[in-house]
C-alpha cells in the first residue's frame, strides 16, 4: 500500500499543488486557480499560503463548510459557483485568465498532473521495482494519466522491464469511466454521480480520453465496486493496519477485493494499491467490531 494520507494536507494532491505553486512562482503569476470543494482546494490554499501567493478556490455551494472554513484559514478567496463540471470548468478558467491567476485544476494544468509522477517514481524506489498491478481510485484522472507517465519514463530508461497494469476504480454509484472502458468507448460519457466517496463522485472522468487510453496501453483494467463495499474496506484497514482514510481512500483496496475474486489479479501477482486520502479529517465511517469472548 501506498499511504498518500500522510502528506501534509492528507492527500495525494499535495504532490500537484506542490508543482503548481512552484511554477506559478516561476512564471510570475499573481496567484493560483483551483476548481474544488476537497482535497485539490485544501492542497492548493495550503501550500500557495506556503509560498506566499494568493490562491483563489472555487467551490460549489454544497461544498462542506468545515472545508471551506479550511481555505480561508490559509488565507484563500473563496467563490462558489454551480453547474455541470465542465460547465464549471470552462467558467473557472475565463476568471483566472481575467485575474492573472494561474489555473491549477487538474487534469487541465499539465504542471499538476505532473507532481503526481513522483508517486509512481516512489513506488518504484520504495518497492525497488515495478510491481505487476496498480490499483487506484478514478476521478478526475490526474491520478492514473500521472502513474502512466512515471511508468512509462521508467521503462524507457531500461531500469525495469516491468510496466504495471493500470486498474482503475470507481463506485457503482459514478460509474462513467468504467462503463466506458467496458463498452470499448474511447471517452466517457456522463451517469449518475451518487456516491459517498467525494473524490470520485463525479458525472464524468474529464480526462477519460487519456485515462482509457492509459488503462488499455497497460493492459490494464477498470472495475466498479459498490460504497457498501469501499466502506467494508475502510473499516479493514483501520482495524487491521491502522491506517484512517476517507473514503475514496479505501476504494483500491476493494476494488482489488473485486479483481481477485474475478480472477483478473491472479494469486502469485504482485500489487500495489495507493490509499489516496486521509479519514482524519471528517466523519468517522463505519462501526465496530463484534468483540466476542472477554473484552
Ligand atoms: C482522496 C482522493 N482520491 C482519489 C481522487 C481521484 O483522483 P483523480 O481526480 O486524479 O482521478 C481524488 C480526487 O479528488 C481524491 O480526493
Request: with cysteine.
Amino acid at each position: 500500500m501506498k499511504n498518500e494520507a500522510i502528506n501534509p494536507t492528507g492527500s495525494f494532491k499535495d504532490r500537484m499543488a506542490a508543482v503548481a505553486v512552484s511554477r506559478a512562482l516561476a512564471d510570475g503569476h499573481d496567484g493560483l486557480l483551483v476548481v474544488s470543494s476537497g482535497n485539490m482546494g485544501s492542497a492548493v490554499a495550503t501550500y500557495s499560503a506556503r509560498a506566499r501567493l494568493p490562491a483563489t478556490v472555487v467551490v460549489s455551494s454544497n461544498a462542506c463548510p468545515d472545508r471551506v472554513a479550511q481555505f480561508r484559514l490559509a488565507g484563500a478567496k473563496v467563490v462558489t459557483l454551480d453547474g455541470p463540471d465542465p460547465v464549471k470548468m470552462v467558467a473557472a478558467a475565463q476568471l483566472a485568465r481575467s485575474e492573472g491567476l494561474l489555473n491549477v485544476t487538474a487534469p487541465f494544468n499539465p504542471f499538476a498532473p505532473e507532481g503526481v509522477r513522483t508517486v509512481g517514481y516512489e513506488i518504484w524506489t520504495e518497492f525497488g521495482e515495478l510491481p505487476d498491478w496498480v490499483v487506484v481510485p478514478v476521478g478526475y484522472g490526474s491520478l492514473v494519466t500521472g502513474l502512466f507517465g512515471a511508468f512509462q519514463d521508467i521503462v524507457a530508461t531500461g531500469a525495469s522491464r516491468n510496466m504495471p497494469r493500470l486498474a482503475a476504480v470507481q463506485s457503482t454509484g459514478s460509474p462513467s469511466l468504467v462503463r466506458a472502458f467496458e463498452r470499448g468507448l474511447e471517452a466517457a460519457t456522463p451517469g449518475p454521480a451518487d456516491s459517498v466517496c467525494s473524490g470520485i463522485n463525479q458525472e464524468v472522468t474529464i480526462a477519460s480520453v487519456q485515462v482509457l487510453r492509459a488503462l488499455r496501453a497497460s493492459r490494464g483494467t477498470a472495475v466498479a465496486v459498490p460504497d457498501a463495499d469501499i466502506l467494508a474496506a475502510l473499516e479493514l484497514l483501520a482495524w487491521t493496519e491502522g491506517i484512517l482514510v476517507e473514503p475514496t481512500g479505501a476504494a483500491a483496496i476493494a476494488g482489488l477485493s473485486a479483481l481477485r475474486r474475478d480472477g483478473v489479479i491472479g494469486p502469485g501477482e504482485v500489487v500495489v494499491t495507493v490509499l489516496t486520502g486521509t479519514g482524519i479529517r471528517g466523519k468517522t465511517w463505519g462501526r465496530r467490531p463484534e468483540i466476542s469472548g472477554t473484552e
